[in-house]
């Protein structure tokens, strides 16, 4: 969509190609209507994983200091801010190319239960950021036995 | 799983799919994704900074080609154990990226380093190649 080459493109037309490629473009265009990842609505983009004992939050935020990172829970929102920075240009240095994103950003969710707050833990490992949210005690799925009634 | 901050951040992120080339498909059952990437430019040197998160200094391979520079980060990726995904919005994959460097860089001083998941690549500019001042004299 974005990469057609100007030259050349028309010259050998596969038709397989130009099926694979009106099916990428149909495939992110209904992205949102598929199983496939949603477009993320700020930054950072993030996976959560679950279970009956909690959540794991997994955001990528690569060049991101650990320091800059800062993680939030109260109740069921969590809210993850930081700052990007740029690596520091000294004079006369000059960008040719700028495609990464600095500055601050903030996302907040709602989770689907309570938080044990205190026992949140946040890793950061290869600019990759795991956090895992254990669920309340009190709002853990409880077993039901069925008695009989004779 | 609500996010109550939209009007915040509206642009898109996305990652970029590598295209596939003609002809050519991938070995490895995994996508490939274009790290983004910042190139500037200091008074000795070229500099690539590429965003690979989740790749480490054991999985990243760089090749020079001819004049071809070849950037690719390995997926070395676990699911959390137990752990069921309930919501994406992001996928994981490999990075792949190339960039054609002109006569001015020197091949044999090709630096890398790799932290926090960005790849920098320091590109030596060759000698006669630095930046030359020519001062104009008056006729």
Redo the contacts between chains.
């Keep these: 969509m974005y990469r057609r080459r100007p030259f050349g493109y028309y010259h050998s037309i596969n038709p397989w190609r130009e099926i694979e490629q009106i099916q990428r473009e149909m495939n992110r265009m209904f992205r949102h209507m598929s199983t496939g990842p949603r477009v993320a609505p700020g930054y950072p983009a993030i996976n959560v994983w679950a279970n009956d004992e909690g959540v794991v939050v997994t955001a990528e935020l690569p060049g991101v200091k650990t320091e800059d990172i800062d993680i939030s829970v109260v109740g069921n929102t969590l809210t993850l801010s930081g700052e990007r920075r740029p690596d520091e240009l000294k004079d006369g240095e000059k960008y040719h190319r700028r495609e990464r994103r600095q500055g601050k950003f903030t996302r907040t969710f709602e989770l689907p239960f309570g938080v044990e707050a205190d026992k949140v833990e946040a890793m950061f490992e290869r600019g990759v950021l795991h956090i895992s949210l254990p669920r309340a005690e009190a709002e853990k799925p409880r077993k039901i036995a069925v008695k009989s009634a004779n | 799983?609500?996010?109550?901050?939209?009007e915040?951040?509206?642009d898109?992120?996305?990652k970029?799919?590598v295209?596939?080339v003609?002809g050519a498909e991938r070995t490895r059952p995994v996508k490939a994704y274009v790290p983004?990437?910042?190139?500037?430019?200091?008074?000795d040197s070229?500099?690539i900074?590429a965003?690979?998160?989740?790749?480490?200094e054991n999985n990243v391979d760089i090749t020079l080609e001819k004049n071809v520079l070849s950037l690719k980060g390995y997926l070395d990726f676990q699911?959390?154990e137990?752990?069921?995904?309930?919501?994406?919005?992001?996928?994981v994959g490999d990075y792949e990226r190339s960039f054609t460097l002109s006569d001015e860089i020197d091949r044999d001083k090709i630096e890398a380093t790799i932290s926090?998941?960005?790849l920098r690549v320091f590109l030596a500019k060759a000698g006669p190649a630095k930046t030359k001042k020519i001062s104009v004299k008056s006729a």
């Design positions: 799983m609500a996010t109550k901050n939209k915040l951040q509206t898109v992120v996305e970029e799919e295209e596939v003609e983004r990437a910042d190139i500037y430019e200091t008074d070229l500099v900074v965003d690979m998160p989740g790749v480490d699911t959390p137990n752990y069921s995904l309930a919501y994406a919005e992001y996928e926090d998941g960005v």
